[in-house]
């Protein structure tokens, strides 16, 4: 029995493939989220009026504490499900016209 090995045979690399050609040839401008810039200070002052702690609002959302000052200093954007966890872990609206305002 004669065995051949292939080069790269079952290492599941894609070594310069077409996929790849057409993303970097692609001149077109993607689109990054933009966060309104009330969303960070509002985070900080509700949390700050509850007199919580970056690790403890983090321990309440299931977040690692960086990344809520990742959020309050904006170098950072929240997804559309961690907004919803802040706003109701700080009651607060964080989404919409009313940023800051108390949630009913």
Do not use: C, H
Request: proline share 6%; no cysteine.
């Amino acid at each position: 029995m004669d065995v051949q090995t292939k080069y790269g045979a079952g290492q599941n690399k894609v070594l310069g493939g077409a996929n790849q050609k057409k993303i970097v040839e692609s001149e077109e401008d993607i689109a990054l989220p933009e966060l309104n810039p009330s969303v960070p200070q509002a985070i900080q002052r509700a949390r700050n009026a509850l007199k919580m702690t970056q690790k403890e609002l983090a321990f309440k959302i299931n977040e690692r504490p960086g990344v809520i000052n990742e959020y309050e200093s904006g170098s950072a954007i929240p997804s559309q499900a961690v907004l919803s966890k802040l706003e109701k872990a700080l009651n607060v609206k964080l989404r919409g016209k009313e940023i800051g305002k108390p949630l009913k």
